[in-house]
C-alpha cells in the first residue's frame, strides 16, 4: 500500500467546470505539497500546505490533519491547467502520489 | 524568487558513455538539493539527497557508483550517470530547498535522457 494515496487517476472535464482532486496519506508529516507537471516534464509547486487552506487564483488547496487528507480545487477550468498534478508528503522522507492525470477540454 | 536552473533540458547518448546534468540555483542558495528519477506514467521517485559540501545519501536501490552527484557549492549540484545504459533512459529532476524555507521546495525543469 502506498504511503499516498491521490483520486481519481485520471480526470477529462469541460472547460468551466470545478474540479477536485483528492490526497490521502498514511504517514506523520511535516507538510503536503500540490505540485504540477506539465506535458513537457517541468513541476512546478503549487502549494505548501501545513494546515488549513491556500488559495492563490482559481486553485484552493485545503487540508485535514486529523483526517490525514488533501483536496486541490480549481474553480472555472481552463484547458492550460491540463496536466498532471501530484500529491507530495514531507515525513522523514518524501512521499508522493501517483499523480492525477488532468484534462480540461475546450 | 528561489528558481533553479536544470540543464540540458534533453539530451540522447550513445551506451557508455557518462552524461552530466546541473542543476544551479540562481537566486538562494541551495542547502539541501534532491535528485528524482521519473519513469513514464509514474511519479517521481527520490534518488539521492545532497547536502552541500558533503556526500549524498542515497535511497535503497540507487547505485551510487551509477549516479554520482556533487554538491560542491550552494548554487550547484551536479548528477553524472556514468556508463549510461538504454534502462538509465529517464526524466530526472532537481529540487533545491534553503535554510528558513521551512519544508518548502523548488524544482528544476527536469532532463529526459535517452540513451541509444
Known amino acids: 500500500k502506498n504511503e499516498v494515496e491521490q483520486s481519481p487517476q485520471n480526470l477529462t472535464a469541460q472547460e468551466g467546470e470545478f474540479i477536485t482532486i483528492n490526497c490521502s496519506y498514511s504517514?506523520?508529516?511535516?507538510?503536503l505539497h500540490w505540485l504540477q507537471q506539465h506535458p513537457g516534464g517541468g513541476i512546478v509547486s503549487l502549494f505548501m500546505?501545513?494546515?488549513g487552506k491556500k488559495k492563490h487564483g482559481r486553485l484552493i488547496a485545503t487540508i485535514n490533519i486529523q483526517e490525514k487528507h488533501s483536496s486541490l480545487h480549481i474553480t472555472a477550468s481552463h484547458p492550460r491547467d491540463s496536466a498532471v498534478y501530484i500529491c507530495a508528503a514531507v515525513g522523514n522522507q518524501f512521499y508522493f502520489g501517483t499523480g492525477t492525470s488532468l484534462t480540461v477540454i475546450p | 524568487g528561489a528558481v533553479v536552473s536544470q540543464h540540458p533540458s534533453w539530451v540522447i547518448c550513445k551506451s557508455g558513455t557518462s552524461v552530466k546534468i546541473e542543476c544551479r540555483s540562481l537566486d538562494f542558495q541551495a542547502t539541501t538539493m534532491f535528485w528524482y528519477r521519473q519513469f513514464p506514467k509514474q511519479s517521481l521517485m527520490l534518488m539521492a539527497t545532497s547536502n552541500e559540501g558533503s556526500k549524498a545519501t542515497y535511497e535503497q536501490g540507487v547505485e551510487k557508483d551509477k549516479f554520482l552527484i556533487n554538491h560542491a557549492s550552494l548554487t550547484l549540484s551536479t548528477l553524472t550517470v556514468t556508463s549510461a545504459h538504454p534502462e538509465d533512459s529517464s526524466f530526472y529532476i532537481c529540487s533545491a530547498s534553503y535554510a528558513g524555507m521551512g519544508d518548502g521546495y523548488t524544482f528544476g525543469s527536469g532532463t529526459r535522457l535517452t540513451v541509444v
Open positions: 500546505l501545513s494546515s
Open positions: 504517514v506523520g508529516i511535516s507538510a
